[in-house]
């Protein structure tokens, strides 16, 4: 081993140890919900990737963890390895790939630490890359800490005309996390009765203080709404009612459309 990855190996062990070692509350979490390492193929051609920027406005570093060690597996501290900092005006542009491989879309976690958190401007989007529309993509909302749900979440007015829809559950507190989901016809009059009722649990894919990424559960809409499709704006709407003692979590439906791709998002308001 050179003198070079000797180095590089000490440093990451004591800002590895440094960290793990560090009180949780001393870091915000941020969920970023849609978060791709690689281009990835969809459906209906479509080629996805995310397009992921944070720029620090304020006048102090602002550290962004975990920055996976760029050493051979073996030669990094855990369970938390490292971080890096944005000095004033510095943007960051797309995460290091997870030491912990592909998940199934489950999103990711980084966390900012506290006393600079509130300047970090950031931006995330979703691109089709795959030529049927030139498209620049769709904007998904990165969610702090305080924008966390704990209360039952209704998701209105979701386009059925000609869209695949996804349900998307995030829990950050723990896991197993269950949820009850309700779809109901989007009308102006109360409809008491749903057209589908299932329970969720949103599946844990790693552990510990500093989780790298969210309990994870989704549900595509695939109900058959019959002659309700025919009306350009045939919606539904979404309730979303956490039934976990101390959940904290985040919820939308993307509605994709079969055509061109272009996805839409509908989200807590």
């Known amino acids: 081993m ?6 590089s190996f000490a440093l990451s062990l004591v800002a590895g140890a440094a960290l793990a070692q560090s009180d949780t509350s001393a ?14 193929p969809g459906q209906h051609g479509a080629l996805w990737r995310t397009d992921f920027w944070v720029e620090n406005t304020g006048v102090q570093p602002l550290a962004i963890a975990p920055w996976f060690c760029a050493l051979p597996p073996g030669f990094c501290a855990a369970p938390f390895p490292t971080s890096t900092s944005l000095a004033p005006g510095q ?24 006393a600079a958190s509130n300047d970090a401007a950031i931006n995330l989007r979703v691109v089709d890359d795959s030529g049927i529309v030139v498209d620049s993509g769709t904007e998904v909302p ?5 924008n966390l ?18 349900l998307r559950v995030y829990e950050i ?11 109901f016809s989007q009308a102006e009059t109360p409809q008491t009765q749903p057209l ?20 994870y559960a989704e549900h595509p809409i695939e109900i058959n709404f019959g ?19 101390g959940s904290r979590y985040w919820a939308f439906v993307s509605a994709t459309n079969n055509t061109t791709n272009h996805v839409t998002l509908v989200t807590p308001q």
């Open 2 to 7: 050179n003198r070079l990855l000797i180095a």
């Open 27 to 40: 870091w915000e979490p941020l969920l970023i919900p849609v978060y791709i390492d690689s281009t990835t």
């Open 91 to 114: 943007s960051l542009h797309n995460l290091p790939s997870s030491i912990f491989g592909a998940f199934p879309e489950p999103g990711r976690i980084i966390y900012l630490n506290r």
């Open 142 to 146: 990165v969610v702090r800490e305080r």
């Open 149 to 166: 749900l704990t209360a039952p979440a209704t998701l209105t007015n979701i386009p059925l005309l000609n869209n695949r829809l996804l």
């Open 173 to 183: 507190s723990g896991a197993p996390a269950q949820f009850r989901v309700r779809v």
């Open 196 to 215: 589908e009722e299932v329970t969720l649990t949103a599946v844990a894919f790693d552990d510990g203080p500093f989780r790298v990424t969210p309990s």
């Open 227 to 245: 002659p309700v499709l025919l009306a350009k704006d045939a919606a539904v709407r979404v309730e979303v009612t956490p039934m976990t003692p």
